[in-house]
Each structure stands twice: as structure tokens, then as C-alpha cells.
């Protein structure tokens, strides 16, 4: 089992309020993603659970057990690092096999876990090499298999991609997911990449300055983001947030419409603007359109679409399409 409770968790380096009151219910099997901007507190409240940093207040359960006075051997959790932590002078057994060695497993069974874990990973021709003898995916591999063989609770991944290429990085998230998937294992994984949040996650937590701004799906967050920070920070190209008059009329202080919802259209009906730049991406066509008091919009349209800089255009969004936010930011739902 692997259920992890956040009751009011706070942390404080010094004076400095990092997180202001965490309240979150993470079930047995999930993949849990963090993310939000640099600083937000991702990492600190991955080390909170962990258990390399001290709560300043509130509790962390894990199947209901508050281990908030536990150290963070005796947790249950693996932590797979951003930068391996590898031994150097170990071969790839002798890594994977580290904690199990430590814990005192006879030979025998250390030798079947590591096996077993070396196969799922694909690392079998690799356990006699040493780290330096590896690629990048193959070493973070390793620490994802230090970590399988411990069984633990949960996984806690502190943003293991980040140093990889782009292509290895799409490579390797699929296999962490369907690895995840394999397993049932509880994971929490950090990261400040939408994309990765997006696809990863059975559920995101978003977190903003200290705080949780929402916690829920992804297609929940991209449908019914709760607020401004959501709705702009989930969604690439980013929701195009629109205030004055327009949003007046509907009732509201910003109105927001994503560019995969907008449409140029040819009957004149909707609001006028000129293109300012296009990009042709071929599978897309992204518009970045003046249109007047409305500010600059961001129109992204399927396919091919000939048009350029200067040509004058007239977007309609699609009406049920149109999210609505008080003057606190908050989203009115219909
Ligand atoms: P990033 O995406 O850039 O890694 P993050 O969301 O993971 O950011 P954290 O590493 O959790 O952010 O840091 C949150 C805030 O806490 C930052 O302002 C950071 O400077 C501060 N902080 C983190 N650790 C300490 C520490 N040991 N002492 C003092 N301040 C700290």
C-alpha cells in the first residue's frame, strides 16, 4: 500500500514561508505530478515526504501513519534523483544492489531483485559497466532500478528527465510511465514541464508560491482550470486572457479563450485584427494576431493555413469555449 496524506504541511527556511498549508490525499497506485513555476516549492515539498526536510507544521501520513518524527530510511519511499547519485566506482549489480546490501537481504535474494529489475529496465547487458560506461538514459535507468528493488511505498522523482535531450526525454517518460503502470506503485514525480505533467500524471498538483492552486486530472485541469494562475499555466500556447469591455458584457473581469478555439473565419462576424506573425509548424499553424483593445491573440488552426504577416483577419472563439473569471481570479462557472 501506498496512500500519502498532506494535512496542513508548512515549511519555513529561517523567516521565509516556502509552503503555506499543503492539504492533499494521494491514493494507493496513483501517479502524482508536481509542478508550477522555478521556486514554487515543488522540490521541498517532495523532500517534506521524503523526509530530508523537517515539517514546520501539519502532518504526513502514509496509509495513515503520521511520519513526521520518521527518518526518511525508515519511510518506505525510494527517491530517484535528477542527477543519478550513482556510485561512480560501482558497477551497475553493485548500484542497484546498494540499498538491499545495506538492508542485509541474503546474497541469493539480492542477486534475484536485482536480476528481475535489470530485465524490466532493459539494463541485463549493462550490469557488469560502471556509470561512466553508460548513456544518459541508461544511467538514469539505473537509479530508476535502484529504487524498483527496494519495493517501497512510493517512488519520489525529483524532475529525473531534466538532464536528458528532448528525444531521450519523450523516450524515457513513456517508460517511466508504463513502468509505473506495471508496478502499481505509488509516484510522486516533480517536474516544472507542463508536457511531461500532462502526459505523466493521473493527477497534477499545481503549486504556485508556496501553495496548491489545484489538484485534479489533467483533462479536469485543462477543462476547468479554478482559477487565472491554472487556466494560463496549463495549455500550450497559453490561454489568451482578455479584460475590458468584452469581459464585461459577459458578466466577468478577464474572459479566456485557448488558441485551439478560436477560428478565423471569412464572414466578417467576430473580432477583427492583423496578423502579426504566423509560424507554418505543417501538423499547425500558429497566428499571433493585433486585434485592437483585445490585446495580442494567439490563434492556433490545424493544419496549413496561407496566411502572413500584415494580412487582416477577423477571429471568432468558439461561444462554450469561453472561460469566465471574477476580479480575484477565480473561475465562475456557468
Ligand atoms: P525549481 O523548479 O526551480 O527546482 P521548486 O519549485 O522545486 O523550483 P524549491 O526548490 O522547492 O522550488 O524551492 C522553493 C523556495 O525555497 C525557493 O525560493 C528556494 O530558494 C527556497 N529554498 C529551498 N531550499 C532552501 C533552503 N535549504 N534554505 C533556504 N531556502 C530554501
Redesign the pocket.
Known amino acids: 500500500m501506498g496512500r500519502i496524506t498532506l494535512e496542513g504541511v508548512q515549511k519555513s ?2 523567516p ?1 514561508h ?1 509552503i503555506k498549508g499543503a492539504d492533499l490525499d494521494i491514493p494507493d497506485g496513483a501517479f502524482v505530478v508536481f509542478v ?10 517532495l523532500r517534506l515526504i521524503a523526509g530530508l526536510e523537517d515539517v514546520s507544521g501539519g502532518r504526513i501520513l502514509i496509509d495513515g501513519n503520521n511520519v513526521v518524527d520518521v527518518p526518511p530510511a525508515k519511510r518506505g519511499l525510494s527517491m530517484v534523483f535528477q542527477s543519478y547519485a550513482l556510485y561512480p566506482h560501482m558497477s551497475v549489480r553493485g548500484n542497484i544492489a546498494f540499498g538491499l546490501k545495506m538492508a542485509g537481504l541474503p546474497k541469493a535474494e539480492i542477486n534475484q531483485k536485482v536480476e528481475a529489475a535489470a530485465a524490466t529496465l532493459n539494463l541485463t547487458p549493462y550490469l557488469d559497466r560502471k556509470p561512466r560506461e553508460l548513456s544518459g538514459g541508461q544511467r538514469q535507468r539505473v537509479a530508476i532500478g535502484r529504487a524498483i528493488v527496494r519495493e517501497p511505498k512510493a517512488f519520489l522523482f525529483d ?1 529525473p528527465l531534466s538532464n536528458l535531450d528532448a528525444a531521450l526525454r519523450v523516450q524515457m517518460r513513456l517508460e517511466v510511465t508504463r513502468l509505473q503502470k506495471q508496478l502499481g506503485t505509488t509516484a510522486i514525480y ?1 517536474t ?1 514541464d507542463q508536457v511531461e505533467a500532462m502526459t505523466m500524471a493521473d493527477k497534477i498538483v499545481v ?1 504556485n508560491a ?1 501553495r496548491i492552486e489545484q489538484y485534479g486530472s489533467p483533462i479536469e485541469l485543462y477543462q476547468k482550470p479554478a482559477n487565472l494562475f491554472v487556466a494560463g499555466f496549463i495549455g500550450s500556447p497559453k490561454m489568451n486572457l482578455i479584460t475590458g469591455d468584452e469581459a464585461t458584457q459577459r458578466g466577468a473581469a478577464t474572459i479566456g479563450v485557448r488558441p485551439e478555439h478560436v477560428a478565423v473565419v471569412d464572414d466578417g462576424q467576430g473580432w477583427p485584427g492583423k496578423v502579426v506573425i504566423a509560424e507554418h509548424l505543417g501538423s499547425d499553424t500558429f497566428l499571433y494576431v493585433d486585434a485592437g483593445t483585445l490585446g495580442t491573440l494567439t490563434v492556433r488552426c490545424v493544419g496549413e493555413k496561407h496566411l502572413s504577416a500584415g494580412d487582416a483577419v477577423t477571429l471568432r472563439p468558439e461561444p462554450n469555449r469561453i472561460y469566465r473569471f471574477d476580479s480575484n481570479g477565480q473561475s465562475i462557472f456557468a
Not at 36 to 45: I, N, V
Open positions: 527556511f529561517g521565509v516556502i508550477g513555476p522555478s521556486g514554487c516549492g515543488k522540490t521541498t515539498l524532475e516533480v516544472h503549486l508556496g
